[in-house]
């Protein structure tokens, strides 16, 4: 199979014994590229890092050699943080690379904090990771020992001091400028962009802020070139990348796959598709916060781009997979709850359309719905995105109003079904006072932004029930 | 519904909250969403407005155990603002006193120069901080997404039934904890374990009892890489 040629960058023999002391890294070569890089100008290294076409791996994708170029240049203490929250519903591949290989992160910080002239470190590792902050902890004091973290390194005259930190539990937390604040030792809460973490971040100061995995690629830019590395996946997302499959496939995992090839190689090829005699009802290509895609979109490449012309992201690289056994019903409600569990209540869209959403969505469950509801709950969704201060609100938007939009027929025989169980009777009956004019108009526009709506012949509610209706 | 000159009436508000009752019955109560969902928790408790806000304790009248003293001063002089160290101190507090107890909330605050109330207000921000009285031994259920995909709700309330009685071991419903590979999965005292069905629960409470390791062989910590490219030669292969 193609994708198991991939060159395997970070997972290439992951569990050899020991691979978490620095023997065993070092004689693997670990720490050249560190000494590699500090023979370089801070310019060299991030001339390297921006030809590597690397993009963020921990949601935005962002370009992270042009990231660590906005530090400004002086004598002040600048920052970089290490973003190890990993809460991303779905998302498990921080984890193995910490519990595993951590040298390689922590090889990657100082390389990538000599680039941006950072001489303060911290990896944000979260709460419920304890043993992957105890490996790191111990690897940390390794890397002191041996002169890697700490002043003058390798006489180079660049010094960083390296902390490490674990949270208590917050998915918030791991927005960027949340995780500053509750780095600050305060509630996590988003700050207001601009000013960015660049020119103001921890402390006030510059700061850069990377993902566990977009830092622990950083050692292996240097040892290949980043020229080098482009020639890896596809223009505009280049490289490799580690994809963390959950849901219903064979043998969920971390798959490490050279950006660009098809989804279904993943989902079938790798994780061994859903379990005998099911079929792929929907599958999340990004975490829970991107929009869902359907069966006949695993051809899509799987790329930033790609995805995002598809009509979802690629966010963190974690694939979910639903089966047709699972009512999207229960999909969308587990989705919703997560969001207005983790919304830490600072904008009243975010705050009250979660647990609006959520409320809907239990109204359908217990047959109280009408088809109205999902009109206002596409409203609602569409009230959310773009008028937070963050974008958890919209992470909980986009996949619901992809669901409605994309499963609108089965929502609808749900509402019906679930109606008729609790004897309350045909709910086009009583929508009629309560003219849907204006969430019908928006329920529209949203329905009209899916891609790839169910063939209309699938329909299997009652006729007459349709929206207007009434 | 009765006029406003009715009489009230024994009989009548009986039988109203009875059909309240019946009506809310199975659903969440009007106020639930401070319950348990928002994270402005409080809001329906009652306040003491005569009440001045507690001051930093003055260091000579609290007690602080000596290594929690310790470990607190330690945080703080690893950052450049001793604040910084507030989710290290407070965790480290719990750890001595079972949850944020104002006792611990105290403690900490005389070791930090900072207010009661400002540690109250990180502390119900985050879901490992207990503010309230919780049993010493957590097991985190996840039942997010790819989880309870899998069985994680019958398993979260297997181990909650099987717990039930026991108020060392603190069981809860968590948002995903980073081991979908590993669904349906549990935390146990910071220990992962999974895949689990509802016929490993007598053993792994068995287990946190005892004070064993927790279900060895179904540590996440054991677990190969699952990509079969990941290890070459006589590194170990993802088994299933
Ligand atoms: C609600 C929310 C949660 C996030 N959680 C994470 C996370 O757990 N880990 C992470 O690396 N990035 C997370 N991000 C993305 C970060 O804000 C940020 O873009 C990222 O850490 C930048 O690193 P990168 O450029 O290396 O990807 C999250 C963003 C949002 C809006
Ligand atoms: S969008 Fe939600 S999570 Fe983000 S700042 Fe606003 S309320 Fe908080
Ligand atoms: S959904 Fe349970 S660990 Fe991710």
Redesign the pocket.
Same mark, same amino acid.
């Given at each position: 199979m193609a994708a198991t040629a991939t060159p395997k960058l970070l997972l290439a023999d992951i569990d050899e014994p020991g691979l978490h002391t620095r023997e065993v890294y070092e004689r693997r070569g670990g720490y050249d590229s560190l000494r590699a890089a500090l023979q370089m100008s801070p310019e060299e290294v991030l001339r390297e890092l921006e030809a590597s076409g690397l993009?963020?791996?921990?949601?935005?994708?962002?370009a992270?050699g042009k990231?660590a170029s906005f530090l400004p240049k002086g004598a002040m203490d600048k920052y970089l943080v290490c %973003?190890?929250? /990993? &809460? /991303?519903p779905g @998302?498990f591949k921080?984890r193995e690379l910490m519990q595993k290989t951590p040298h390689m992160l922590l090889e990657g910080i100082v390389i990538a904090s000599y680039a941006a002239g950072a001489n303060r470190g911290f990896i944000y590792v979260?709460g419920e990771y304890d043993l992957q902050a105890d490996v790191l902890d111990a690897a940390l004091a390794e890397a002191r020992a041996a002169g890697y973290v700490g002043e003058d390194i390798f006489g180079s005259g660049h010094s960083l001091s390296l902390v490490i930190h674990r949270g208590a539990g917050a998915? *918030?937390c791991?927005? /960027?400028t949340? $995780?500053l604040d509750s780095l600050e030792g305060k509630r996590g809460n988003?700050r207001l962009k601009p000013p960015f973490p660049a020119n103001q971040g921890l402390y006030q100061g510059p700061t850069l *802020? %990377? %993902? #566990?995995? @977009?830092?622990a690629t950083v050692p292996v830019i240097i040892r290949m070139g980043g020229e080098e590395y482009a020639e890896l996946g596809v223009e505009g997302s280049t490289g490799t990348k580690l994809v963390s499959v959950s849901g219903h496939v064979r043998r969920p995992g971390n798959y490490e796959i050279e950006l660009g090839i098809p989804s279904r190689e993943i989902v079938y090829g790798l994780a061994g598709g859903p379990p005998e005699g099911r079929e792929v009802k929907c599958w999340f290509p990004g975490g829970s &916060?991107a929009p869902v895609l359907m069966p006949e979109d695993l051809d899509v490449p799987y790329d930033f781009d790609s995805l995002g012309k598809a009509g979802s992201m690629l966010g &963190?690289g974690a694939i979910i997979v639903i089966d047709d056994s699972t009512p999207i019903l229960d999909v969308a409600l587990k989705v919703a709850k997560f969001y207005r569990h983790?919304s830490c209540g600072k904008c009243t869209p975010c705050r009250e359309g979660t647990n609006w959403t959520v409320k809907m969505l239990e109204r359908i469950e217990s047959g109280e719905a009408t088809p109205m509801d999902l009109e206002i709950m596409a409203s609602v969704q569409e009230h959310i995105i773009g008028n937070c201060l963050? #974008? $958890?609100g919209d992470?909980m938007a986009m996949p619901i109003g992809s669901m409605i939009a994309k499963f609108r027929d089965e929502f609808e025989s749900h509402i019906e079904d679930a109606r008729a169980k609790r004897g309350l009777g045909d709910a086009a009956a009583s929508e009629v006072a309560l003219g849907a004019q204006g969430a019908e108009e928006s329920g529209h526009r949203l329905a009209a932004q899916g891609t790839g709506a169910q063939a209309p012949g699938e329909h299997a509610g009652a006729p007459g029930t349709q929206k207007g209706g009434a | 519904m009765s006029g406003p000159q009715d009489p009230p009436d024994d009989a009548l508000e009986e039988a109203l909250d009875t059909i309240l009752t019946s009506a809310l019955a199975g659903r969440p109560r009007p106020v639930a969403r401070f319950e348990h969902g928002s994270r402005v928790p409080g809001w329906d408790e009652a306040v003491d407005l005569e009440k001045d806000p507690a001051q930093i304790p003055d260091p000579a009248s609290v007690d602080v155990p000596a290594a929690l003293r310790d470990e607190i001063e330690t945080h703080m002089e690893s950052y450049p603002d001793r604040r910084s160290a507030v989710l290290p101190a407070l965790r480290a507090a719990q750890r001595v006193h079972g949850w944020c107890s104002p006792q611990a909330i105290e403690q900490v605050a005389s070791v930090m120069r900072v207010t009661p109330a400002y540690l109250e207000s990180v502390a119900t921000f985050y879901d490992m901080l207990e503010t309230a009285p919780a049993g010493r031994h957590d097991v985190y259920v996840c039942t997010n997404i790819s989880c309870s995909m899998r069985g994680a709700d019958e398993l979260y309330e297997a181990i909650r039934g099987a717990a039930a009685s026991d108020e060392d071991i603190n069981v809860r419903s968590f948002e995903c904890l980073g081991a979908c590979d590993i669904a349906p999965m549990a935390s146990v005292d910071g220990v992962y374990v999974g895949p689990l069905g509802t016929e490993d629960v007598p053993r792994l409470l068995d287990d946190v009892r005892a004070g064993r390791p927790v279900l060895i062989e179904k540590q996440l910590a054991g677990r190969p890489a699952a990509d079969p490219g990941a290890n070459t030669g006589e590194y170990s292969q993802a088994g299933d």
């Open positions: 993009r963020g791996r921990g949601g935005a994708g962002f992270m990231k %973003n190890a929250d /990993e &809460s /991303e @998302t921080d979260r998915y *918030i791991g927005e /960027e949340a $995780l988003p *802020i %990377n %993902n #566990v995995e @977009t830092l &916060s &963190s983790e963050c #974008v $958890l992470a | -």
